[in-house]
Every structure is written in structure tokens, then in C-alpha cells.
């Protein structure tokens, strides 16, 4: 079972106001099981605010391997530069996730995927929980 929890970052400057929303996913360990993260409700399980352009319309996939373990890939959007930087970290891991890379996710652990917009304002983060 793969857990995320998801919360929009508003960053320095926003609203006294504003607050980050916060939502839950969770998906069983099966082979070809997948969930994406990004702007687009239709396609993504885990939606951010529309008019946050640094994130792509399907910015993550979190995909079931056939031995059950997890992997995050960084899916290429329609820009050949992106507007963000994505880290993941695990422990006293941590590792930049490349532009179109796949990496691993620690199998029965827990961590962080920050996708953090260039400027520096605002990020999503994505916490997961590989329960074995």
C-alpha cells in the first residue's frame, strides 16, 4: 500500500489568510497500479490549484513495479525547461529528481517529494508511506 499526502505551500508574501489544503491518497501494491499528481482533476488523483502554472498539467506518476515496489517519475511536460525543481527525500537521503527521470521509492519507507517553483514561492509537497 503506497499512502501520499499532499499539501500546497502558498509561500512568502500570500495572505495573511490563506491556508494550504491538504489531501490523502492511497493506492494497494499491485503491479501497473499508478497515480499522478499535477493540475488536471480529470487525469490527476492528487490536484493542485489550477492557476499554480509552475506545476504541469501531470507533473508526477507514482507507479506499482511488478515486484511491488514504487517509482516516481518526473513526467516531461510541454515545455522544454520547467518552471520547477523537484527533490525527493527519505531519512538523511536527499536527491534532485531529474527532468523525465524515474527514480525508486524506498521499499516500507516514508519521505518527501517537494516540487518547488524556480522563483521560490510556493511548492507542493508530497509525503508517501510504502507500508510492506
Same mark, same amino acid.
Do not use: K
Given at each position: 500500500?503506497?499512502?501520499?499526502?499532499?499539501?500546497?505551500?502558498?509561500?512568502?508574501?500570500? @495572505?495573511?489568510?490563506a491556508?494550504?489544503?491538504?489531501?490523502?491518497?492511497?493506492?494497494?501494491?499491485?503491479?501497473?497500479?499508478?497515480?499522478?499528481?499535477?493540475?488536471?482533476?480529470?487525469?490527476c488523483?492528487?490536484?493542485? &490549484?489550477? @492557476?499554480?502554472? $509552475?506545476?504541469? *498539467?501531470?507533473?508526477?506518476? $507514482?507507479?506499482?513495479?511488478?515486484?511491488?515496489?514504487?517509482?516516481?517519475?518526473?513526467?516531461?511536460?510541454?515545455? &522544454?525547461?520547467?518552471?520547477?525543481?523537484? *527533490?525527493?527525500?527519505?531519512?538523511?537521503?536527499a536527491?534532485?529528481?531529474?527532468?523525465?527521470?524515474?527514480?525508486?521509492?524506498?521499499?516500507?519507507?516514508?519521505?518527501?517529494?517537494?516540487?518547488?517553483?524556480?522563483?521560490?514561492?510556493?511548492? +507542493?509537497? +508530497?509525503? $508517501? $508511506?510504502?507500508?510492506?
Amino acid at each position: 500500500m503506497l499512502e501520499l499526502t499532499m499539501v500546497a505551500v502558498p509561500g512568502a508574501g500570500a @495572505d495573511a489568510g490563506a491556508t494550504a489544503g491538504m489531501t490523502l491518497a492511497e493506492l494497494p501494491s499491485e503491479p501497473g497500479s499508478a497515480l499522478r499528481v499535477g493540475r488536471d482533476a480529470g487525469v490527476c488523483r492528487l490536484v493542485t &490549484p489550477e @492557476d499554480w502554472l $509552475f506545476v504541469s *498539467r501531470v507533473h508526477l506518476e $507514482f507507479r506499482c513495479g511488478p515486484d511491488g515496489t514504487w517509482q516516481l517519475t518526473w513526467l516531461r511536460g510541454s515545455r &522544454p525547461d520547467p518552471a520547477s525543481e523537484v *527533490r525527493l527525500t527519505y531519512g538523511p537521503h536527499a536527491q534532485a529528481v531529474g527532468y523525465g527521470a524515474t527514480v525508486p521509492l524506498p521499499r516500507g519507507g516514508a519521505g518527501e517529494i517537494v516540487v518547488q517553483e524556480r522563483s521560490g514561492r510556493r511548492s +507542493v509537497n +508530497v509525503g $508517501f $508511506f510504502h507500508e510492506v
